[in-house]
């Protein structure tokens, strides 16, 4: 049976009305900006005068001072890095980020055994093959040989979308962090677009950052360029200093809007 034209008009207006909120909140985010360094800006889940951890900007690793006098949150050894809020030493952080991966790859349910993927990078092959471990028809292709220059043209390519046809991938497995997670959705919500990814495309590394994708890639000694932000993606960075949790906070609103909306 066909839904009736007043349940569709009813699912509109709470589809209308939660676009409305997010929104609203949004702006809140954007216009706190400038000036959220000399104003308390309202934040439920943290007080303003609760102390940050302090960092080394030159290495986003925890500073002297903290190391000595924390210990790895797991195992008690000495820290090397934070992860979600929780000082990790090197064997702890790549242990909970690999952990983190997993899980989320196994949540979107999008590989499983025997499906043919596409990967474009070394960090996502050797995630599949050494961390996930599952047995895939794998297809390795740069960037570079569709001619992409960065993954906000990946969705736009006539050559890659070609060669999926032309090779039967199942799967195209990207290297999409959360950064490039909260730069699409705030992107969309402020410029008023719907740039969403096929659901062919599946985002390996969703519930990292950059940062800690990068220290990740070093420690494993694999090469890895983080994509070039645009300045909101600058001024999310500063809250994420302030307030720890907003990127994982947004990168969750996400996935929930993009499943209302679709």
């Not at 590989?111 to 474009?120: A, D, R, S």
């Not at 990078?121 to 895939?136: G, T």
């Not at 994420?240 to 499943?259: A, V």
Request: charged residues 30%; contains cysteine; proline residues 4%.
């Amino acid at each position: 049976a066909e839904p009736s034209e007043e349940g569709s008009a009813g699912e509109k207006e709470v589809n209308m009305k939660i676009k409305s909120s997010m929104r609203s909140f949004l702006f809140l985010l954007h216009s706190s900006y400038n000036s959220y360094l000399n104003v308390s800006v309202f934040y439920p889940f943290r007080s303003s005068n609760t102390p940050l951890k302090t960092f080394d900007p030159t290495t986003k690793h925890m500073s002297t001072k903290e190391k000595s006098t924390e210990k790895c949150s797991i195992c008690e050894k000495k820290p090397f890095q934070q992860l979600d809020d929780k000082n990790l030493c090197k064997k702890c952080f790549v242990s909970i980020l690999e952990r983190k991966i997993k899980k989320s790859t196994r949540n979107s349910n999008k590989l499983q055994k025997e499906t043919k993927v596409l990967l474009f990078d070394s960090i996502s092959e050797h995630i599949i093959k050494d961390v996930i471990k599952l047995p895939l028809n794998i297809t390795i292709k740069k960037l570079s040989f569709f001619k992409i220059k960065s993954l906000k043209e990946i969705n736009k390519n006539t050559q890659l979308k070609e060669f999926i046809k032309k090779n039967e991938i199942q799967k195209v497995i990207i290297p999409w962090t959360q950064d490039d997670e909260v730069e699409l959705f705030l992107s969309n919500w402020f410029e008023d677009k719907k740039n969403e990814l096929p659901q062919k495309f599946v985002k390996l590394f969703l519930p990292i950052s950059d940062v800690a994708l990068n220290t990740y890639c070093k420690l494993k000694e694999i090469q890895f360029t983080p994509t070039k932000r645009k300045e909101l993606s600058k001024r999310i960075d500063l809250f994420e200093k302030k307030y720890p949790g907003t990127k994982n906070s947004i990168t969750k609103s996400s996935i929930i809007f993009s499943d209302i909306i679709n």
